[in-house]
């Protein structure tokens, strides 16, 4: 019986530990005009897709792929490590931080030349600073974002894009990448920052970030973004923006032009806003169902359509439901079951003697003072007694 209840509590309480479960779907796949080859839309906290298209068909994403490069080296090395360039780094075609052979310059500054200025040369530096090669750097990222991100079609050669028939993505992989990366306060600050002063050894300058939505063409909201394009890829996007309760990710690719990459990132952001609100269940939130009490472990997130009021219950296995006014079921998470602090056995038994110790002892000083009221009235009578014969 004792292992029965052993295994029970130990099954209960494992449902702490289980992840989010958020009934992710597209919403309305036609709803909108998007003119790149592919494209997703997420909300960020709660992973749900609001849009997508061919956004599981493997392409070419440029310099996108320096997002993975950036968030890998901020996870995997200490950003004040000094990194010597070297001549292979300082050979990178495309666009540059203009590094010099045997310049020395710290982790966290090639990283922001990777991601503000699309640095290849940062890129290739951070590569063989951390893993010592390109070839090697490559084989750990991909491991890194399958084990750790949890990617499912991405393949990447080297850290910057350049192209490489094999260097592969899709849409829904970037922006899980992104997702896991936004997450991290330091990458997050560098995908966001719009300009920067620049010294380096030969080279004196401001940077700019190249995404025309958080400089030339602004929109409201915008947080973050990378771009990226070669011939063989088109113009490619990634933007985070966020208003209120809503915190999108969009993605971009395969568009035939630069105007084009831009419309449809508007467009894809105009219609999550538009249309979506984020709702959050705070940590430790309580629910009750047949007289046992639940809460929820961590902060969980869904987003629904403006218009629909959601409601949440409990099911018969514990787990709160997130149903609209049709009781269609929009997402489904884990609770933690409450279970009431009893008192141990030991404790009561201590306070059940200390009771009875406490009623013989009263027991025993009521027949004392019995006994003493006697005796005092025995020798009062004594004395009376001997008073008088005198």
Known sequence: MKKLLIITILIMSSNIFLPMQALSSTH??????????????????????????????????????KIATAIYAIDKADLNEITTVSKNATEAEGTRIYLEEGETITLKKLIQGLLINSGNDAGIAIAEHIDGSIEKFSKNLNSYLSEEIGVENTNFTNPHGLFNENHVTTAEDLAKITKYAIKNKVFREIFGTKELEWKDQKWETTLFSHHKLMRERPYNGVTGGKTGYVDQSGHTL????????????????????????????????????????????????EYSLNNIKYRSPQDYYYTIQKEVEAKHRINSEGKLEVINSSNELLSLFELEKIIEKKVPEKISNTNNNRELSNSKLETHLSILMVISALSAFILISLFYNDIRKI
């Open 28 to 65: 309305f796949e036609n709803s909108i005009d998007i003119q790149s080859e592919a494209a997703i839309l997420i909300e960020q906290d709660s992973g749900e897709i609001l849009f997508q298209k061919n956004a599981q068909t493997k392409m070419y994403p440029a310099s996108l792929t």
């Open 238 to 285: 990634v933007t985070t923006a966020s208003k209120g309760d809503l915190n999108l990710i969009a993605v971009t690719l395969a568009a035939s032009s630069q105007p084009i990459a831009y419309n449809d990132t508007v467009s894809l952001l105009d219609y999550g806003f538009n249309n979506f609100k984020t709702v959050t269940i705070a940590k430790g939130e």
